[in-house]
């Protein structure tokens, strides 16, 4: 995730508040268990209390009394943690009372440590006990006997903080396993809300793409209505733009086609002149001639190449250009063959298919000597993306091995003995790199030129 | 041979129509569609170079009425435009031929010359009767191979001849296509060139075919 991204900002502040606020949360509910978990124990040992301090005042006189019916097994089992004890104060000589599980041990009482007293005077403290028990102890005091006589005691009840503690550390564990699945869902639910909160952004970022790659025009799509506004911008800053592209293309076609007739004014009023000025300005009509052809094309192929949906006959394109051709080179007896199955499509512009064809079928009408022959086919290469291939070839002199070999080159000329401008092939070749195809020379069986191009199909 | 020039701009109308007076041709000229739609409605042509860019009325809607009215005439297209769709189109409207600009104007006068042949069914550029030899290409007319020095006017006269040789041509046929339209035309003076012709080239090869006009013939022979 990119750090200056609005996935990753969103995502930062939906951790961050996790980060903080679960530790948070564990902490007030581990704190409201504890206090719960505590009072509760200190309820119980208030009510052990109570029971062995009324029972002790029932059965005892002058002296505190033996307890009967603590209320608590525990307090007959032998260091089980559960203790009570009544204990004379003031270092007076008076009985003490224990339970069965303290037997000879005791533990410090809260007087003794001077714990001052609390509510209902009770003393409530932490004291070690025996076999290394931690032991939470309530103490009151009691008066036995009547007047000068009476005597005062200590009674205390101790019970172990060991479950308490056990109680609390399980409950931690339990409340930190859930605490931390809960973030992680969290974290998986804000990254599932990022990712699709931001999906229309993603889009937006493909047809963008896909404008700038040339095979969309506008946005598309239904986006949601924080960033239709923009969409709606986008496009017309789109359509704007082209808009102003297209009128300065027509400028320079127009331009270009206005310069065309003077050229031709200039090179035929040179063309009789002896002197080295028209020889110059042959020369230089020549070379703006071909800049000019050269130049229209390519604002042309840059107009048209990349827009989707449009495809075109291979069949209607070839038929046309035929006529046309047998009709220029008619006196000639061509015989000009057009093998081309009528489903084959282009996927490219019409014009595009034109300029190609015209200028191959035409290069090979001017050298042949009777036979011109087109052949197109589909050619089938498995993948969804389909290409076609058409083959046009003549029985005229044909080029040489090393002709062959050369790259194809504006501008030049490889038989300088026919009209053209040299740009016929170069023409071919720039186009179908545009429409990614592909453009050879070869040899051909007829004798002559053949000429291969592999064009993307429908 | 009469031809038309069908163009807007003055300068390459004038070098166009230059090129083709210097070529032996009586040439007329137009500078908007509307113009040459009519000179080559009612004129009889043997060629025409139309443009196809024209004020008023475009090259195009020129060419295919003249087709729709059953005008045989050759048409080569001048255009600025050289698509292979415009020359589809161009040729699909009912040119024979289609020269992109800038041209060299050789490279135009062959094509002229070509279509002129052709429209009289000659397929090279020699033509020959008997001796008499023409080079379409040159405009040389040579009798046994020597060369043979004719006017203008003559030349114009023999070429036509030479073209449709084998038929009678008619007095008015002759008049028609040897002079430019505003010529002041006397169909005497074409007797006047016929007379000086006949001492030009052997005399027999020309036959007068009374009441119907003249007829090349090889060996003077009346049929």
């Known amino acids: 995730m990119n750090h200056n991204s609005l996935a990753f900002r ?11 606020v679960l530790p948070m949360a564990g902490l007030l509910i581990y704190t409201l268990y504890r206090t719960d978990t505590v009072s509760s124990h200190d309820r119980r040992l208030r009510l052990l209390l109570t029971v062995i301090r009324a029972d002790s005042v029932e059965h005892g006189g002058d002296e505190p009394g033996s307890p009967k019916d603590a209320g608590e097994p525990l307090f007959t089992v032998s260091q089980s943690g559960w203790y009570w004890q009544i204990k004379p104060l003031d270092k007076k000589p008076g009985r003490r009372l ?7 041990d005791t533990y410090p009482l809260p007087s003794e440590i001077g714990i001052s007293p609390g509510d209902n005077e009770e003393r409530w403290t932490i004291v070690p006990g025996p076999n290394n028990q931690v032991l939470r102890v309530v103490e009151v005091m009691h008066f036995f006997g009547e007047g000068a006589d009476a005597k005062r005691y200590s009674i205390s009840v101790a019970g172990t903080l060991a479950e308490v503690d056990r109680s609390l550390s399980s409950f931690s564990a339990r409340l930190i396993q859930a605490l931390a699945l ?9 990254l599932f809300q990022v990712r699709f909160g931001l999906h229309p952004l993603r889009q937006v970022e493909k ?4 404008i700038r790659a040339g095979n969309a025009t506008r946005l598309d799509g239904e986006l949601p209505a924080e960033i239709a506004p923009l969409q709606a911008e986008l496009n017309a800053l789109l359509k704007s733009h082209q808009d102003v592209v297209e009128r300065a293309r027509t400028q320079v076609g127009n331009l270009a086609h ?3 007739t003077p050229l031709a004014v200039l090179i035929n009023e040179a063309r009789d002149d002896p002197s080295p000025l028209a020889e110059k300005v042959t020369e230089q009509t020549q070379l703006m001639r071909d800049q000019v052809t ?35 080179y008619r006196d000639r007896g061509l015989d000009l063959e057009i093998d081309c199955p009528p489903e084959l499509r282009f996927r490219g512009e019409r014009q595009d298919l034109e300029e190609m064809l015209g200028n191959l079928m035409d290069n090979a009408c001017k050298w042949a000597n009777c036979r011109v022959r087109l052949v197109a ?14 083959l046009i070839e003549d029985d005229g002199p044909g080029l040489s091995a090393e002709q062959l070999g050369e790259p194809v080159q504006r501008g030049r000329r490889l038989d300088e003995t026919k009209p053209g401008s040299g740009l016929g092939h170069s023409i071919v070749a720039e186009l179908a790199q545009a429409n990614n195809g592909s453009f050879e020379r070869l040899r051909s069986e007829l004798g002559g030129l053949q000429t291969r191009l592999v064009l993307p199909a429908v | 041979m009469r ?12 070098q166009l129509v230059e090129a083709l007076t210097d070529a032996g041709f009586a040439v007329d000229s137009a500078s908007d569609g509307e113009e040459g739609f009519f000179l080559g409605e009612t004129e009889p042509y043997d060629v025409v170079v139309l443009d196809i860019g024209l004020p008023k009325m475009d090259g195009l809607s020129v060419l295919e009425q003249w087709r729709r009215q059953d005008k045989k005439m050759p048409v080569i297209l001048l255009t600025a435009r050289d698509r292979w769709s415009d020359k589809v189109s161009g040729m699909d409207a009912g040119a024979d031929d289609y020269l992109a600009k800038p041209f060299h104007m050789e490279e135009l006068l062959a094509r002229v010359r070509a279509q002129v042949r052709r429209a009289s069914g000659h397929a090279k550029s020699e033509i020959e009767c008997g001796t008499l030899r023409l080079d379409t290409k040159t405009a040389r007319v040579t009798v046994d191979g020597q060369p043979v020095k004719l006017t203008s006017h003559e030349y114009r006269l023999l070429a036509y001849l030479l073209h449709h040789n084998g038929r009678v041509v008619s007095r008015t046929e002759l008049v028609e296509h040897l002079y430019e339209q505003d010529f002041d035309r006397d169909s005497n003076t074409i007797e006047v060139f016929i007379g000086r012709l006949r001492k030009k080239i052997p005399p027999e090869m020309i036959v007068t075919i009374r009441g119907l006009g003249y007829r090349l013939s090889p060996d003077g022979n009346e049929s």
């Open chain 1, 182 to 190: 809960s973030g992680v869902g969290l974290l998986f639910v804000t």
């Open chain 1, 207 to 210: 047809s963008l793409a896909a």
């Open chain 1, 377 to 390: 086919r589909s050619l089938l290469n498995g993948s969804a993306h389909n290409n076609l291939e058409i």
């Open chain 1, 98 to 104: 224990v339970s069965d599980s303290l037997a000879d």
């Open chain 1, 294 to 328: 050269h130049y229209l094309n390519r604002a042309r192929m840059v107009a048209n190449v990349g827009i989707i949906g449009h495809t075109t006959e291979v069949r209607s394109v070839s038929d046309a250009l035929s006529r046309t051709l047998q009709k220029i």
């Open chain 2, 3 to 14: 031809a038309l020039v069908v163009e807007d701009d003055k300068n390459l109308n004038r």
């Open chain 1, 10 to 20: 969103l995502f930062a502040i939906a951790t961050a508040w996790t980060l903080v």
């Open chain 1, 258 to 260: 206005a310069l065309k």
